[in-house]
């Protein structure tokens, strides 16, 4: 009697096969692994941030005084609008000052100022003191009363937001869309171009378990460079898990959803080219502006206006957004549904033209 043919078993047959040839293909390591780890190791060790004076006012605190006229007029100073998450900045670092002006009626002195420093942000507080301190002094030098404005200082005592925290997420997300869209790029055309595709279609093998099979071997090796990348950042650089075995857990997910979509940009690729040389120029017109624009290296929020829309729309921005904010915030992946929403329709969109422009032969 014929047994019936194993599509499961020849799932796994391609996925170790398709696995072996990923470990020995020396740009699948370096894009994957190799890359993030050094740009992980580079900003790590220096540890530097870049200083900016951003400040926020009290939702209750008074706008309609000389005192916020000046700051809103200082060209060394930006407020933050109110309607933006101002705590989450603030804890880390993002905002060097919250402020609270009260006026007092009848009494001297005419204003209470209240401001709020974070031990995390000491050079933004710095210079925003050095800067308020000459825009106060301006009002009592030309008044009889030395104490037209008093000044409360306060420091608040928050969890350290280091740059580890900020760039490890992008380097992984680097090393997921660098995975997704070269990776499969490059495996599906060698398949196609060497006759292999070909070959397997004389077999019972399914379409589907080619697919499969290649996609199972990429998601375990993305996988474990994820796993590393984590755990060098924790144990040597003092990234922040904040929920432990849960955080990486909710990033580990995000990876795995995050790396299918980038597949379809992959797939989308290998349907295109036509030989190995053409992969590389249409894999970068997808893969280079996210590197830049994303906040893979730097937080968008320091490019032009004009092009933030632009950096927001992209799929690894939301994928780094929801990163960040699993491990340093302990959020749960309810808590960036939107940021998974905007990926899986990316990865419908990826998907539809793949389908669309992919060939097997």
Known sequence: MIKPYNHAQAT???????????????????????????????????????PTIKIAFDKHSDTINPIFKSLQNSKLVKIVSVDKDIQRAFNKGQIGALINISPVSQHTPKYVVNVTYSNIAPTEATL????????????????????????????????????????????????????GVFGTAFAFLNLRVSLVIKRFFATPVRKSSI??????????????????????????LGYTLINGWTTLGNMLVLSIIALIVFMGFGFVVSGIAKNEHAVPPFANIITLPQFLLSGTFFSIDNFPSWL?????????????????????EGVGLCDVWQSILILVIWGVFAYTIAIKVFKWE
């Not at 104490?147 to 380097?171: A, C, M, W």
């Not at 933030?308 to 340093?328: E, K, M």
Request: hydrophobic fraction near 50%.
């Open 12 to 50: 796994f047959a391609i996925a170790k096969a398709s696995f072996r040839s990923i470990l020995r293909s020396p740009s699948a390591v370096v894009f994957s692994l190799l890359f993030p780890m050094i740009f992980i190791l580079v900003f790590g060790f220096i540890g530097g941030r870049t």
């Open 128 to 179: 925003f003191r050095i800067i308020f301190n000459q825009i106060t002094a301006s009002y009592t030098s030309n008044t009889v009363s030395s104490s037209l404005v008093q000044v409360h200082e306060h420091t608040t005592i928050v969890r350290e937001y280091k740059s580890i925290d900020f760039i490890l997420p992008g380097q992984l997300g680097f090393a997921l869309l660098s995975s």
């Open 211 to 236: 697919i499969l099979g290649e996609g199972i071997s990429r998601i375990v090796f993305a996988l474990l460079g994820a796993i590393i990348i984590i755990a060098i950042g924790r144990f040597c």
């Open 308 to 328: 933030q829309p632009i950096s927001r729309a992209l799929p690894l921005t939301h994928l780094n957004d929801a990163l960040r904010q699993v491990a340093f």
